[in-house]
């Protein structure tokens, strides 16, 4: 630990042990005048190098969740369970817990949390020197639920289709995968070709085309269930990482208005209907070492007034694009 790292706060909220979530990154960058990547270079020194606040600080209180062992009625302040004490079971209950500079650690248990999350207002909101955290460990946040067998209906051939709950975007996962899509537009005549495990969302339906001599009730078939992964909305100093956010019919992560020095550090964005990321109104996110793929318009985008601004990200095209600006948004990626 550098010699001029100190860990003595004098406030009773207590500081945990989730300093490893970032144990092997270094910096943001080197330099910048505004004072988000300030903030973010702060934060993510401070993770890496496990320095405290100084003297008369505070880190919040740490509130753990585990979707295993963790139980809603426990006090979530301790990450094991022991004397009445122990995590959460969702992630829902810990932000009805948290207050602002507060940071919720999620157990990396193997399975996904089922949830669907909003961080809102003042109360999930941090400052610069004490962000709110969300601080995965590796963790998945799934939105897709199965498709049940008696749910489709006989087209002809092999095609079969189903009306989703959500019909505007959409995503089907064969397995753990997203399946092989078939871009048709509402305004098509005839539905596309489809291949043997090929889908496609055409007029309010998802369309699968099944194997010579099964039908869709032989495969482990899913679609996007919960609408968005994390929505952000009037919120400003929260750093989300070491998360992977999936299998949502809209968006992966939706900041549509007032989140601003917001810092996404390395999440990953995949198989989410529309976008991994959506970025809107006077919002101002930084993202860094994000990914995003098989999101099904794009792996990022950005409109109204958003900036966005990006740091050794990776967004693979197909089906969407890699980046999708509208109105006045700006990207601007950072070497």
């Known amino acids: ?40 270079t702060w934060w993510v020194a401070t993770m890496a190098f496990g320095c405290m606040l100084p003297v008369g600080r505070t880190l919040g ?92 209906e006989h087209v002809g051939g092999h095609v079969f289709r189903f009306r989703p709950r959500y019909m505007a975007h959409q995503v089907l996962f064969l397995d753990d995968d997203v399946a092989a899509r078939v871009e048709a537009s509402r305004e098509r005549e005839e539905l596309p070709t489809l291949e043997p495990l090929q889908w496609c969302l055409w007029r309010g339906h998802i369309y699968f085309c099944t194997e010579e001599g099964k039908l869709p009730s032989h495969y482990r078939l899913s679609c996007g269930g919960h609408t968005v992964g994390i929505t952000l909305y009037e919120v400003r100093h929260v750093v989300i990482m070491e998360l992977t956010v999936r299998g949502y019919q809209l968006d992966g992560i939706n900041a549509h208005d007032g989140a601003r020095d917001v810092i996404f550090a390395n999440v990953n964005a995949e198989g989410n209907g529309r976008s991994g990321f959506s970025f809107g109104g006077a919002s101002r996110v930084f993202l860094w070492q994000c990914s995003g793929k098989n999101n099904g318009e794009a792996q990022m985008r950005a409109e109204g007034y958003a900036r966005v601004t990006t740091k050794e990200c990776h967004f693979e095209s197909g089906p969407g694009e890699e980046t999708r600006r509208e109105d006045h948004a700006v990207i601007e990626p950072r070497p």
């Open 61 to 152: 209180v740490e509130w753990y969740v585990d979707n295993v062992k963790g139980d809603d009625t426990r006090d979530g302040r301790s990450a094991e369970v022991h004397a009445g004490s122990g995590p959460f079971r969702t992630i829902a209950r810990a932000l009805r817990a948290a207050e602002a500079g507060d940071r919720i650690i999620l157990a990396n248990t193997g399975q996904p949390y089922r949830e669907s999350i909003t961080l809102q207002g003042g109360r999930h909101s941090g400052t610069a020197r004490s962000p709110f955290a969300l601080v995965g460990n590796g963790a998945v946040l799934e939105g897709r639920r199965p498709v049940p067998p008696d749910a489709w």
């Open 1 to 40: 630990m550098p010699s001029n790292c100190a860990a003595v706060p004098t406030t009773g909220r207590s500081t945990g042990n989730g300093d490893a979530a970032l144990s092997r990154r270094g910096g943001i960058c080197s330099r910048g005048s505004v004072r988000f990547f300030l903030t973010a």
